[in-house]
């Protein structure tokens, strides 16, 4: 928000899209003391400043404000989880704090991982940001670490980097995809496109078969090392920008 006046927004209607209850509750809660900007309670509703650093400076119930509208965060899915809101089992969404689920405009996923994949994923309420991240004109690399059933044979990456590449059940060929080798029956793969099991069809379209995939990086944003499966973060400004970059740090 530099640069321009900072929005400002009533502070029940902020709480309750925030997931913190109501906007009678958030009455009460402020009624009751139980919300503070700087230490000090805000015991009537008022307006208040969507400044970056204003959620750092509100407590409610002694604990510091969520995160405004607006955060992206960097997950690293685990195995078995599912990027959904519906299906059956372990969902990607149990895994943030419950009073995030809560939140209006709610959580995304920025485009989905298969069950069987892990790796980064990123979740966001900003949903013109999230538009942008998979928006096709965009062509965003994906890049993947792919372990096979069986060897590569030697010409993948010539197949793959074609731009004539065609999967089952399609009538238009793939655009042209990287394959780096790292062994006998491992390769990191990047795309730029998003169509469905794309890096599992690939591999099978050549005769093999991914085991275990694992997605490495966002354009050039990398997935943090020293998040372990299931935990996440929030990215800032500078974060976020690298997703709009290449791999090698070039505007995408």
Known sequence: MSGGAVSTCRLDRLLANLGYGS???????????????????????????LSPEFAARMTVDGEVLDPLPGLVVMMHKPL?????????????YRLLP?????????????????????GLLL???????????????????????????????????????????????????????????????????????????QVRRMFAAVGNHVVALHREALGGLKLDEDLAPGEFRLLDAKEIAAIFLSPAGEPS
Request: glycine content about 10%; aromatic content about 2%; some cysteine.
């Open 123 to 197: 979740l966001t309420d900003d949903g013109a940001l999230l538009h942008r991240i998979i928006s096709p004109r965009k062509k965003i690399a994906k890049i993947y670490r792919a372990k096979l059933d069986g060897a590569l044979n030697g010409d993948e990456a010539a197949v793959f980097a074609s731009g004539a590449m065609m999967l089952e059940g399609e009538d238009k060929p793939l655009l042209p995809a990287g394959l780096e080798v790292l062994g006998p029956s491992e390769a990191r793969v990047t795309i730029v496109e998003g169509r469905y099991h």
């Open 23 to 49: 906007r009678r509750e958030i009455e009460i809660l402020a009624r009751n003391g139980r919300i503070k900007l700087d230490g000090a309670a805000l015991r009537e509703i008022a307006r208040v400043p």
């Open 98 to 118: 419950e009073r995030w689920r809560r939140r209006d405009p709610a959580i995304s996923t920025v485009g989905r991982l298969d069950k069987e994949t892990s």
């Open 80 to 92: 078995g989880v599912t990027c959904s809101h519906k299906e059956a089992g372990p969902l990607v």
